[in-house]
């Protein structure tokens, strides 16, 4: 733990862990009740409900859960669908095996159905998170300040998917504890959990661009001391950076494997594209245009200079005296994987619950990234938590309530 934050806090890991499972626990509760309320303005969808009423735990399978819970109970399919102009069509290689597959352990071993299942899965892995978080966090900050961090990330709008058959929480559970070992250059466990987020979620490109920055400065660092160092100590980090590159390939590398198809994990996922082909950025300007600025006279100029604005804003939180404290690692992550998401990814209504592992950016919010912390960072903290609060009650009744037969996806 750096000193400053040492001697800042006085609360030991055991006590830290704690705190957080409740802060958690009570994020979940709120979160509970907001499904509860959720569940009652959902109408029945056959595919996802069924026709007799929704209830509450149908809430944890409405839109891609639906698609985990095909893969739990059915598995992958061995050819893949093609639309009526032979194209192929919305399938289930899309979605990665971890969470299904984790789900489907809990089903057999309790006998639960997919629904509780699933939502037991979420609810562990982002307690597990939450947990590795703030233990991450409290190296660079207060612990009271990295608790609050937690907190805020625990509420954010898309939290609902922490709850339900999503794999946000699980993803972050693996994301978190692969940046807690990267900060301890500790290369094997950096290796086998960046293999375990290659099935997990396609998240891993934006992973090895950070880990090889960070090798590439240890690779300077042995280049000033070659003359009383050995270049073996490159060989941890370096097959560390490898690994975590092949990473990305692994769940491609099965789809083509099991279907026949070498680039099904491709075609899949263009088929939620608009035109099925997968443009970089462009659909960034185009959607945007549409979904906030079509009655504007220059929809288009308009789109360009929120999106710009946006990236200013993601760079300044990465780069300025407010992000001081945090590690090159942190700092990295808050560009390197919004770039991914321009790149891969079509922006839309979905771009709240995608900012979910962009986690870093709760501690810059509460303050914990500026050298001297101040004094009112609490009514921050508790202002911004309101905030979110208030932010994710419309997303998941605006998002997430599904209003068939077609809505906007959260």
Known sequence: MDRTAASASRISPGRLALATLLVYAAARLVTAAFLLEAHTRQAPYAPWTGDDGVDFLDMSVLWDGSWYRVIAEEGYPTELPLDADGRVHQN????????????????????????LAATIVALAAGAGAAVIMARLFSRYAPAPVALAAVALWAVQPAAPTMQIAYTESLAVLVLVALFSALVARRWAEVAVLALILGV???IAAPVALVVGIVVLGEILRWWRQRASTSPKRLLAPVCAL???????LIWPTVAGLMTGVPDAYTQTMASWRV???????????????????????????????????????LIAAAVGPWATRLPVELRVWMLAYPAYLAAVLDVGTSLVRYAVPLFPIALILVGGGLRRLPRWWPVLAGALIALSLWAQWHWTMGLLVFEPPSDLPP
């Open 275 to 313: 035109g099925h082909e997968i443009v970089p950025f462009r659909p960034w300007i185009d959607n945007t245009a549409f979904l906030l600025f079509a009655d504007s006279g220059h929809p288009r100029l308009m789109a360009l200079v929120a999106v710009l604005a946006l990236a200013a804003l």
């Open 200 to 202: 997990t979620r396609p």
């Open 92 to 115: 289930a290689w899309a979605f990665y095996p971890l969470f299904p597959g984790l789900s489907r352990v809990v089903m057999a071993v309790t006998g639960f159905d997919f629904r």
């Open 242 to 248: 490898a690994l975590t590159g092949l990473a990305g």
